[in-house]
């Protein structure tokens, strides 16, 4: 039973003794969509149409699936944000979720 209001984790530093940071070390350099990703696609034939959301997510579709999509833009001005200099920063993205929906967290 997830006591979560809003599906929202809540972590808390440990250590781990050596023999299990050594294997997070070992697993880490192994990329989530490498071990979730499905072998058989035939679920993509089900679909009337794929949209990506930009020209780089388009690439990624036909790389990795071997499919074509269709490019729907988001219906966001973005233009103003790419004036100004760069700078090294961490952005975090999540969802919440009412009761205990919460699918795993894919990074690629």
Not at 7 to 20: D, E, F, N, Q, V
Not at 70 to 99: A, Q, W
């Amino acid at each position: 039973q997830d006591s979560r209001e809003r599906g929202l984790a809540i972590s808390y530093k440990t250590s781990l003794p050596l023999p299990g940071r050594l294997l997070l070390r070992c697993l880490s350099f192994i990329p989530l969509f490498v071990i979730n990703y499905p072998r058989d696609l035939a679920f993509l034939d089900s679909y009337d149409r794929i949209i990506s959301i930009s020209q780089y997510t388009q690439s990624w579709v036909k790389k990795r699936w071997g499919r074509d999509s269709h490019i729907l833009y988001p219906p966001v001005e973005i233009d103003y944000l790419r004036n100004g200099p760069k700078r090294e920063m961490v952005i975090s993205v999540g969802r919440f979720f009412t009761g205990n929906t919460s699918l795993p967290l894919h990074c690629t």
